[in-house]
Every structure is written in C-alpha cells, then in structure tokens.
C-alpha cells in the first residue's frame, strides 16, 4: 500500500502506468507533428541553398547586427523610461493629495487603454517625431501606464502594520515608501515587472512600421528580396529563435534577482544560522 504523504495519496502501480501511457503518446504526437512540419518545409523548398545563400554574405550579417542593436537600444530607452515613468504615476496614484491622485490616475487610465501602436503612429506622423524617439515615446507611455499599476499593487501588498510601525517611530511618509514598503514591494512586484519589460522587447518590433530599421525591418528587406527567392521562411528561423532567446535571458535575470532577494543579507554577513521557532538567542542576538 503506498505511504500517504501531506498533501495528497502517491499513485499506485496502475496510476503510474496511466502516466507512462500518457506521457509516451503525448511525446509521439509531439514528434508526429514536428515531423510534419519538417515535411512540409522540404516540401516547400524552404531548406535550399538560394534561400539560405543571404545569411552568408557579409553585408546581410551586418544588415541583421545593425537591426539587432537599434532594437537592443530602443528597448533599453523605453525600459528605463517606463520604470521611471511608472514609478512617478505610482507615486501620484497613492498620494493623499486629490489633485496629484486624480491626473495621474486618468493619465494612467488613458495611455493603458490606448493600444500602443495608435500612440507610436499618432507621435510619428501627427507631432512628426523622429522614428525612434517616437517608438520609444509610444513604448514608455503605454508600458510605464501598466508598471504604474504594478508598482502601486506591489506597495499596498505589503501589510498594513508595517506601514503603521513606521509612522509610529515618527519616519515621514517618504521615508516609509522608501525604507519601508517599497523594498518589500519589489520581491512581489520583480515577476511581473520583468513580465512586462518582456512585452515591451517584443513591442518594439513595431517600429518596421514607421521605418525604424530595427531587427524585424532588416529581417524583412532580406525576406522580400527576389534574388534569393523571397527567404520568408528562413528569415523567420533566424530571427525568432533571437527574439525568445532575448526574452529566456530577461526571464533567467527576474529569477536570479529573486534569488538574491530571498536571501538574509544579515544572516549571510555574520554568519549565523536562522534560529528555530521557539529558541531563546543569547543576549545581544
């Protein structure tokens, strides 16, 4: 008979075999249907030299680096405008003032419901903005509306007493957001942070729409090109592989900055182990 554990009862042997079944016809249809997707591309003619005869000239490589760092600098604009963006909307969002809380709560409200591409064409064309600076203006506007929202969620997820106990040791507001909610508001607010910068990487994909020749434009001059029979395809397996890739690192950087912020600074410094429920510490611990 098999040992009940805290949560659930293990699974028995015909259990066990149900998940092995499972498990093995969820894998063949997997490679069923990545075979078929093989199929088709040879099928297609998608692995042919033509088509892959562009990645090998110099001057593509250079066309595709050149596009990989324009799309790298506008997300690297646009994040650290929308953080700081965010964070002043939050701000105004919790104040106790109603006339700081309520334009920032419209302004908020407003460049959340706006899709961002309306924002970014409307800058480029009606106040006839510069490409990237009217990419990265769309981008901040529309994800620094959504961290506003994240950044204020994170601080009144912290307990209430906390920020009582400090009001009560006479600390001024700024003093508690500072030194009080906000460090604890990071560890619940990292993920979705990290999250959104994610969406705002991808976003910036959209600047090939005013002529911004970021990597997803120098990816379509390649595939829309009749000498090396329109590389559609390859281009899009060049390039999406670099687009997850990016977006896999941000995600490992939120899960190693919630590592570091689960640790004990204090405990790791002196080197002194975290007492068990109950224990009674020495005088001065």
Known sequence: MSQPTALYDLPGPRTRRRHRLYGVVSTAVIVALAGWVLHLLFDTHQFTATKWAP?????????????LGNTLRAFGYAAALSLALGAVLAAGRLSDHRAVRLPATVLVEFFRAMPVLVMIFFIFVALKVQALPALVAGLTLYN???????????????????????????????QVMTYVL?????????????????????????????????????GKLIASNLDYDLPFIPVVMVISPIYIGMCMLLSWFANWMARRQRRNPRTEAVGVAPADPGTLLPRGQ
């Open 144 to 174: 620094g509306s959504v961290l506003a929202e994240v950044f204020r969620a994170g601080v009144n997820s912290v307990e209430p007493g906390q920020r009582e106990a400090a009001y009560a040791l006479g600390m001024r507001k700024t």
């Open 55 to 67: 990645f090998t000239y110099q001057g593509i490589q250079e066309l595709l680096l050149r596009g």
């Open 182 to 218: 906000a460090p604890q508001a990071v560890r619940a607010m990292l993920p979705t942070i990290i999250s959104q910068l994610v969406v705002a990487l991808k976003d910036t994909s959209l600047g090939y729409l005013i002529t911004y020749e970021e990597f997803l434009h120098a």
